[in-house]
């Protein structure tokens, strides 16, 4: 008891990572799911337009949530293709299947769509920094006691079967804490 085996250190990282900067994706994805709503608006129907295709019978549309753009620069050159999701599901003219209906999409949206995307590429980065700190610390440790020891706060990304009774803190990991805490982990100090 309190061993920690290798499919017990990847559920200990797996569930220090869970959630990681959960706002911040939440609202990246809000933002795209705005972006693939108001290119829909734009080339495919406009609210008004959408109004009546959805008193229309059912079989004149094919319907899904993800809207597949093309993305152009300001010099018209398309640049990047991406399917967005919409964020309700939404009808398209029947003879348009998924792949068959893009849009191509002008230099604003493109800006918006780089802007997200790097977003989400920092994001990803800051969250990679994170689990990688959490595996060093981690794979440094062959118990749970151990464990504890050195990083006390981890106690609650244990499993219950393996946690044993927590000793002193020899060795402070307040940087990974700070970087959990950043990323939205609430932390609790063991009793």
Same mark, same amino acid.
């Given at each position: !008891?309190?061993? #920690? ?7 200990? /990282? ?9 706002? $911040?994706? &939440? ?9 693939? &709503? ?5 080339? /495919? ?7 009546? !295709?959805? +008193?229309?019978?059912? *079989? ?12 152009? *620069? ?8 991406? &399917?967005?999701?919409?964020?309700? $599901? ?11 209906? @893009?849009?191509?999409?002008? *230099? &604003?949206?493109?800006? $918006? ?9 920092? #994001? ?20 749970? +006691?151990?464990? #504890?020891?050195?990083? =006390? ?5 244990? @499993? @219950? ?12 990991? *307040? ?13 609790? =100090?063991?009793?």
């Amino acid at each position: !008891m309190g061993k #920690l085996t290798k499919a017990i250190r990847e559920e200990i /990282i797996e569930e220090a990572s869970e959630g990681l900067f959960a706002k $911040e994706w &939440d609202l990246l994805r809000k933002r795209r799911n705005a972006l693939a &709503d108001a290119t829909f608006n734009k080339h /495919i129907a406009t609210p008004a337009q959408y109004t009546v !295709m959805r +008193k229309l019978p059912s *079989s004149f549309f094919n319907t899904s949530n993800e809207l597949r753009c093309y993305f152009a *620069s300001e010099a018209g050159v398309n640049e990047e293709c991406a &399917d967005l999701e919409l964020s309700q $599901e939404r009808r398209f003219p029947a003879f348009a299947s998924k792949y068959a209906r @893009p849009v191509f999409v002008d *230099s &604003d949206a493109y800006d $918006e769509f780089l802007s997200i995307k790097n977003a989400e590429n920092a #994001l990803r980065k800051k969250r990679d920094e994170i689990v990688k700190q959490i595996t060093q610390v981690v794979l440094s440790v062959n118990t749970a +006691k151990r464990l #504890l020891e050195i990083w =006390p706060e981890g106690a609650k990304f244990i @499993p @219950p079967e393996v946690t044993p009774t927590s000793g002193v803190p020899m060795v402070l990991v *307040s940087g990974l804490n700070a970087a959990l805490v950043t990323a939205g982990v609430e932390l609790s =100090p063991t009793p």
